[in-house]
């Protein structure tokens, strides 16, 4: 796996749970920097209080396979609660999802319907008669993107195909995300059991 998507959720946890989420994401960085996996915050849901996550969405490019072993699943961090100084509970829970971006996120170009138009400028000045804008619809999800940034039609239809594509990956992530988050909400209390990773540290 060469490129994922990463998805460190708190399901419905408490704050605590919110704070391991960001504790996990600086230390999957900090792995990330160390071993030279390029990596990008793509997104984050802050949590109630300074500090905390409800969730954050990574992207790795690299050596993803290792991080995979040893961080998917439910990971389990042992320390006192910063918040509620004489609450008995020390175990937090947090779900750690990759998605492989080359077989998960897949653009087929026979999804796609293209239509030529005309460009439209400012004021009727340098208005193109020719039809070289060119519009791409992807037939499944309905998205459309509109390229007109050229006066070449070819030009235009490689730039609607590229951003298109980027536009159906984000859209297929977010399903993809969603599917997850919904899973680690229903099932968090039976994963409890079963973490991949023990951290015990301060949080």
Not at 111 to 126: E, I, W
Not at 151 to 158: D, G
Request: proline content about 2%.
């Amino acid at each position: 796996m060469d490129k994922a998507i990463i998805q460190i959720t708190s399901g419905r946890g408490p704050v605590e749970c919110s704070r391991v989420v960001a504790k996990v994401t600086e230390k999957l960085f900090a792995q990330c920097r160390r071993e030279g996996v390029e990596v990008n915050l793509l997104d984050s849901t802050p949590g109630d209080l300074k500090g905390t996550f409800l969730s954050t969405l990574l992207s790795v490019s690299g050596n993803v396979d290792k991080l995979s072993k040893e961080w998917e699943g439910t990971v389990q961090w042992i320390a006192r609660s910063p918040y509620r100084k004489f609450h008995k509970r020390k175990n937090w829970f947090v779900g750690v999802a990759f998605f492989d971006v080359a077989k998960q996120m897949q653009f087929n170009l026979n999804d796609v319907k293209l239509d030529t138009c005309r460009a439209s400028g400012p004021g009727g000045q340098h208005v193109n008669k020719v039809e070289t804008a060119v519009r791409g619809t992807h037939i499944p999800s309905g998205i459309q993107v509109l390229a007109m940034d050229s006066r070449s039609q070819w030009e235009n239809k490689q730039l609607c195909l590229k951003r298109l594509e980027a536009k159906v990956q984000a859209w297929q992530g977010e399903k993809l995300i969603a599917q997850q988050q919904e899973q680690w909400q229903e099932h968090n209390e039976l994963e409890r059991g079963r973490a991949v990773k023990t951290i015990e540290e301060a949080l």
